[in-house]
Antibody, heavy 122, light 107 residues
Framework: EVLLVESGGDLVQPGGSLRLSCAAS????????MTWVRQAPGKGLEWVAN????????YYVDSVKGRFTISRDDAKSSLFLQMDSLRAEDTAVYYC???????????????WGQGTMVTVSS | EIVLTQSPATLSLSPGERATLSCRAS??????LHWYQQKPGQAPRLLIY???NRATGIPARFSGSGSGTDFTLTISSLEPEDFAVYYC?????????FGGGTKVEIK
């Protein structure tokens, strides 16, 4: 079974840091682009960051550039999002998703985790 | 940044009816547009990629069309499980962007 499981969400104070993890199974993780997408409470979807196979290319939405870092450990089939200098507006459910780039299309997200909640509040 | 505008915001229909959802891009995205469905408390699910290609396991009642700046997601005959929020997403350029969503609710 193809599965993505996020963890690491928590309540954190403004200015704090958090590291999200996403464990992948059931597919060849090292062959796939991966992404983080977030959803603020009651709001729509917002793409956050993408990382190419091997980690050679990374892309971010402007609002998190310089504060968030996407990374991957292919040996452990894991994706990470290091979030620093957190703000109230970063409060959201964070989903990791598999990017189907190279398998019929590009940057369509065909497998999603269940999400992990990040709350930034004092 | 490419802005995607979805309309209507809410669509009230009965089971068995046809649903037509619109997504308009602020500039041409060629055919590089995807559609997702999201039900309450669940992660999104990919329905259509590159404007008109159904993702694996998606029923034939879902179809997508369009190119350039105007795209349509059509559900030919609504089933009870289709009442949800639908999002479009462009992949032409960074940053990747989503539309604001269309909620399809039971009339």
């Amino acid at each position: 079974e193809v599965l993505l499981v996020e963890s690491g969400g928590d309540l954190v104070q403004p200015g704090g840091s958090l590291r999200l993890s996403c464990a992948a199974s059931g597919f060849t993780f090292s062959s796939c682009w991966m992404t983080w997408v977030r959803q603020a409470p009651g709001k729509g979807l917002e793409w956050v960051a993408n990382v190419k196979q091997g980690g050679s290319e990374k892309y971010y939405v402007d609002s998190v550039k310089g504060r968030f870092t996407i990374s991957r450990d292919d040996a452990k089939s894991s994706l990470f999002l290091q979030m620093d200098s957190l703000r109230a507006e970063d409060t959201a459910v964070y989903y990791c998703a598999r990017d189907m780039s190279g398998r019929g299309s590009y940057h369509a997200f065909d497998i999603w985790g269940q999400g992990t909640m990040v709350t930034v509040s004092s | 940044e490419i802005v995607l505008t979805q309309s209507p915001a809410t669509l009230s229909l009965s089971p068995g009816e046809r649903a037509t959802l619109s997504c308009r891009a602020s500039q041409s995205v060629s055919g590089y547009l995807h559609w997702y469905q999201q039900k309450p408390g669940q992660a999104p699910r990919l329905l259509i990629y590159d404007a008109s290609n159904r993702a694996t396991g998606i029923p034939a009642r879902f179809s997508g069309s369009g190119s350039g700046t105007d795209f349509t997601l059509t559900i030919s005959s609504l089933e009870p499980e289709d009442f949800a929020v639908y999002y479009c997403q462009q992949r032409l350029s960074w940053p990747l962007t989503f539309g604001g969503g269309t909620k399809v609710e039971i009339k």
